[in-house]
């Protein structure tokens, strides 16, 4: 089966510290494709990056990277320089080709504090 | 540049009536889903669709049905609704599956069943 886990419900930041959120997820396929989608109070599911598995080199957007650990099977995302638009309910998400889904996590609620 | 549209955005039921959420995209794009999301459960997939006339279930499809009679619409249906149902319905679509397609989405539908 295909799952998705992020272990930590709420987290916090001081604006322009670093933060990292934890996800790991499980499939049996070997052509799989992961996500971290950002969900602010407005409700709108916005993307934020996005990690081919086949891929070795860790994707970067601006001040968001993530830190791919294939075997672990870990797909964490770093926010640095946290600024106050990026408090959001924060989303890892995983697509294979072979069962036509994507998963989503439980989320976590991220909170960068003035 | 309309995107992914739900209509209505709010709707209140009593237990027992049915009704549909509309869905409709203008992106061509191939594959449609649907999710509920509830709190502290993340986004689950009701039912998806990889094309017109091809539906399948997701995770928790027990009390809704979809069709996808055309590329652009999918509209899930509840029959029968019941308290369990009141959540918040997000409409999805990518351009194709079994790639790096982010998934795009509607504004979402807050459902409440009394």
């Known amino acids: 089966a295909q799952t998705v886990t992020q272990s930590q419900p709420e987290m916090s930041v001081q604006e322009a510290e670093t933060v990292t959120l934890s996800c790991t997820y499980d499939?049996?396929?070997?052509?799989?494709?992961l996500f971290w989608y950002k969900q602010p109070p407005s409700r709108q599911m916005i993307l934020v990056i996005r990690?081919?598995?086949?891929?070795?080199q860790n994707a970067t957007e601006n001040r968001f990277s993530v830190n791919f650990q294939k075997a672990a099977k870990s797909f964490s995302l770093k926010i640095s320089d946290s600024q106050l638009g990026d408090t959001a309910m924060y989303f890892c998400?995983?697509?294979?080709?072979?069962?036509?889904?994507?998963?989503f996590g439980t989320g976590t609620r991220l909170k960068v504090l003035a | 540049n309309a995107g992914v549209t739900q209509t209505p955005k709010f709707q209140v039921l009593k237990t027992g009536q049915s009704m549909t959420l509309q869905c409709a995209q203008d992106m061509n794009h191939e594959y449609m889903s649907w999710y509920r999301q509830d709190p502290g459960m993340g986004l689950r997939l009701i039912h998806y669709s990889v094309g017109a006339g091809i539906t399948d279930q997701g995770e928790v499809p027990n009390g809704y049905n979809v069709s996808r009679s055309t590329t652009e619409d999918f509209p899930l249906r509840l029959l029968s609704a019941a308290p369990s149902q009141t959540s918040v319905y997000f409409c999805?679509?990518?351009?194709?599956?079994?790639?790096?397609?982010?998934?795009?989405f509607g504004d979402g539908t807050r459902l409440s069943i009394l």
């Open positions: 499939t049996s396929e070997s052509n799989y494709y």
């Open positions: 998400a995983s697509h294979t080709s072979g069962t036509y889904k994507y998963i």
């Open positions: 999805a679509s990518s351009l194709r599956t079994g790639s790096n397609q982010p998934q795009h």
């Open positions: 990690q081919e598995a086949y891929k070795q």
